[in-house]
């Protein structure tokens, strides 16, 4: 009993007398975020907060700078923090320059506008002089210029395009008219065409540049696929059209053998009522003679006969015919 008893303590002892074991890296850093964090009465689990963290930042103060422009000093209150490109914001309202169009010399140089005052050294009551820049003016009124114009061009399409929209939705109307196998007014298809023509003028005349140029190409295509669509419509128009005429012919030709012969047209019966019938045919000149012969074997009564006579036989054959082929005789002398 007493052998295992001092087995017992010595074991204890070399158990107790033996160091610790080694903490890596990792257990301590995990031990370290672990006391970071603490539980808030509503089992919130946050992080802790440093004594430090709730108190108040201190101030940042307020300089005056004095600015010099055209021989007068302007006096600007300002955040000791604040750029340059703040300050120029101020002094636009003061000198009535735009920001983009001020040049600010501190201490023979020029500064950046997104610099800091605090980090230029500029302290309270420091001095500066302000400068026109013009070739930064003439830049910033072409940038304008420029951006003026693809805002207008952009305006223009938009507008155009509500325009094609209203009449795309009277394509549709036709497209689905043809559809269902009806036909459409030639008439209605022309003005539509006409009227997407016209914008697509209006499309090319529009100057734009980047972004605006690509919408104004796309409503160009668009403009295109909606007058392809009514040129087809036509197409099928003429070819319907072509077909009734067709079938119209084929059945003329049918009824053609069963039919009386046409009269002559209206304009031909007239010319014919016109024409006044030929002349009749002169008698033959045998005819004047036999007369003659006749005449003379009657005795002569007095000189008038013979006067008529006379007359009768100088008439050219043509008068004889237009007057009458019979003569006439004085009657009473019988």
Sequence with gaps: MMRAKARGTFADAMREGSPAPPVSAAAAKEAVKEDEWEVRPGGMLVQKRSPDADAPAAPVPTIRVKVKFNGVYHEIYINAQASFGELKKMLSERTGLHPEDQKLVYKDKERDSKAFLDMAGVRDRSKMVLLEDPA?????LLEQRRTDKAERAAKSISRISLDVDKLATKVSALEAIVAKGGKVVDADVVTLTEALMTELVKLDSIAAEG??????????????????SLDAIRAKNAAAAAKANGNVNGHAKARAPNLPPRPPPVSQRRNFQQHPPAAAKAPPPTASWESFDLLSSVPSTSSATVTTMAAATTTSPAAAAATSPIPRFDWELF
Excluded at 136 to 140: I, S, Y
Aim: aromatic share 4%; charged share 50%; glycine share 0%.
């Design 136 to 140: 930064a003016r003439a830049k910033r």
């Design 211 to 228: 972004e605006v140029k690509v919408q104004r190409r796309m409503q160009e295509k668009r403009v295109q696929r909606y007058v392809e």
